[in-house]
């Protein structure tokens, strides 16, 4: 069993940033692939992107450009940088190895609004 534990988020102005942590548990974080996932306001949770063991990175059309994923195997450590949010940005965001339903931390609040 894979423990996350999400952090860093808040209220910001839209054209704003945030940087999000996810700090994971376990010997083997360097192999997995990492995601994060986020679930706008009565709706369901979405992949917003991912990294992999070679630092790869694929991510949803709707933060391509504007979000970065990375990782320090060091710290056990995948970070989502945010940038220019919009409203619609808003949500509760995870992280979790890539297509694991399990395992779920407790999320990280953003709210992007003026």
């Known amino acids: 069993q894979v423990q996350f534990v999400e952090s860093g988020g808040g209220l910001v102005q839209p054209g704003g940033s945030l940087r999000l942590s996810c700090i994971a548990s376990?010997?083997?974080?360097?192999?997995?692939?990492m995601a994060w996932y986020r679930q706008p306001p009565g709706k369901q949770r979405e992949l917003v992107g991912r990294?992999?063991?070679?630092?790869?990175?694929n991510y949803a059309d709707s933060v391509k450009g504007r979000f970065t994923i990375l990782r320090n195997n060091a710290k056990n450590t995948v970070y989502l940088q945010m940038n220019n949010l919009n409203t619609e940005d808003t949500a509760v965001y995870y992280c979790?190895?890539?297509?694991?339903?399990?395992?779920w931390g407790q999320g990280t609040q953003v709210t992007v609004s003026s």
């Open positions: 979790n190895k890539y297509l694991n339903d399990v395992d």
């Open positions: 376990g010997r083997f974080f360097n192999s997995y692939t």
């Open positions: 990294i992999n063991s070679a630092f790869t990175t």
